[in-house]
């Protein structure tokens, strides 16, 4: 099994399909208008299943679609089609932000996808529109409603908190949930990319959401990771009415437990959500490389690997010191998928 040098192994694949988004959300877009990566940039999708079937044969054993918004992508299901098919692959997902859901559905699960991650930060339309810039509340919670409908599950709702802005629609989404048999997910805000605002204070740590639900009447018991590489800590209520999870990069990181790769939309394989540049798998493809020479410079890049930048961030806080340089770039997390 392929491992870095902190002994952790290649198990996950993340692959952006696309850095075109119809939503501009403030946690993820950069500030200013965003220039999309050239068509001729991304990978097409033969390419896709091409690197995928490679790093399956590297170990990795989930792979989950993202974006950008992935449904924007023409051909998405005969790509999860094709994926499906892959000998190796235990699980397959996708994230979305559920607005074309309504009408992808049902061709998504024919394709043979079962696990859908759908964002919902918020179920008031004003602040919907805050936190999106353009679509519409109700397009999303009919696709949340779509996905049920045609057989996903789980269907998990994904909600980035930012105590400044949303933070008070913890217990509704959580009610939400519990009401329609969702499970859901609260993840701590990040400095992702270079633009979406990120400091301290407006961080909505754990142990903070956790007393926000009990103080809401919800009676939760940890289920601890379901794996040591799972980045959500889980609960259940006692009554097991609502499953919940909590992704905590900031507060309590998983790096040490971190078995993640990334592809991004334009071919790069990043090691760390938060890094600052890729390897260029698409230059090795596009050059007419093997499948043995792909595969030999995706175990270089990962046997190299030694990220740890949300462990490193918590240790500056601690201290005082500046959590991040604010001269130094990172992928943008449109194209890098989350």
């Not at 993202?66 to 005969?78: D, I, N, S």
């Not at 903070?208 to 794996?227: D, M, N, T, W």
Request: glycine share 10%; aromatic share 6%.
């Amino acid at each position: 099994m392929l491992q870095d040098r902190l002994g952790r192994e290649l198990r996950d694949l993340r692959i952006s399909v696309t850095d075109r988004c119809n939503f501009r959300c403030v946690y993820c877009m950069p500030e200013g208008d965003y220039v999309g990566l050239d068509r001729s940039e991304i990978l097409r999708l033969e390419e896709i299943e091409r690197l995928a079937k490679i790093f399956v044969r590297l170990g990795v054993r989930d792979v989950k679609l993202t974006g950008g918004e992935p449904l924007v992508r023409k051909g998405v299901e005969r790509l999860i089609a094709r994926l499906c098919a892959i000998q190796g692959v235990e699980d397959l997902s996708l994230t979305t932000n559920g607005s074309l859901l309504k009408n992808h559905a049902k061709p998504l699960f024919k394709a043979g996808l079962r696990r859908l991650n759908i964002s919902l930060d918020t179920l008031d339309n004003e602040m919907f529109q805050a936190i999106t810039a353009r679509g519409s509340l109700k397009s999303v919670l009919d696709g949340i409603f779509a996905a049920k409908e045609a057989g996903f599950s789980p269907v998990k709702l994904n909600t980035v908190i930012r105590k400044d802005l949303n933070a008070d629609q913890i217990v509704p989404i959580a009610r939400f949930g519990r009401q329609h048999g969702f499970e859901v997910r609260f993840i701590e805000f990040m400095d992702t990319g270079n633009g979406n605002g990120w400091d301290p204070s407006k961080l909505l740590e754990k142990a903070q959401i956790l007393e926000i639900l009990a103080s809401a009447g919800f009676s939760l018991v940890s289920k601890g990771r379901h794996y040591k590489n799972t980045p959500a800590v889980s609960f259940k209520t006692l009554d097991g009415s609502l499953k919940l999870g909590i992704i905590a990069s900031v507060s309590e990181p998983f790096c040490q437990g971190c078995t993640r790769a990334r592809l991004t939309a334009d071919g790069k394989l990043v090691t760390c959500l938060f890094a600052s540049m890729g390897f260029d798998l698409k230059r090795v493809l596009r050059s007419g490389a093997g499948d043995e020479e792909i595969s030999s410079a995706i175990s270089r890049v990962w046997e190299g690997r030694t990220d740890r930048y949300s462990e490193e961030r918590l240790e500056r806080l601690r201290s005082g010191k500046s959590p991040f340089d604010p001269k130094e770039q990172k992928l943008e997390m449109v194209r890098l998928g989350g």
